[in-house]
């Protein structure tokens, strides 16, 4: 079955840069599209960026030039630097490649102080 572990997540100050990483199982990852999501305390989970299996990127407007989606087909192994972060970055961020599926990893934490 599919398995997604997220890591990379941590407390950094506000400009700071941190870069997660997604390890994935059970999917024929070289053929599937990859995204980052994240949650904030009280609100809804978000899409963040989107790499397709052609390599193809997507962002949301608020991390466009800040952050970049990436892949490594033979590590099976997404990740997303994220630059000039902040405060408002704070949250659990998730991969996923098909959140229709209802599972979700167990996220990574990402904490910006201002």
């Known amino acids: 079955q599919v398995q997604l572990v997220e890591s990379g997540g941590g407390l950094v100050q506000a400009g700071g840069s941190l870069r997660l990483s997604c390890a994935a199982s059970?999917?024929?990852?070289?053929?599937?599209?990859m995204d980052w999501y994240r949650q904030a305390p009280g609100k809804q989970r978000e899409l963040v960026a989107r790499?397709?299996?052609?390599?193809?990127?997507n962002y949301a407007d608020s991390v466009k030039g800040r952050f970049t989606i990436s892949r490594d087909n033979a590590k099976k192994t997404v990740y997303l630097q994220m630059n000039s972060l902040k405060p408002e970055d704070t949250a659990v961020y998730y991969c996923n490649t098909n959140p229709y599926s209802g599972y979700w990893g167990q996220g990574a934490q990402v904490t910006v102080s201002s």
């Open positions: 790499i397709g299996s052609s390599g193809y990127t």
């Open positions: 059970g999917i024929i990852f070289s053929l599937s599209t």
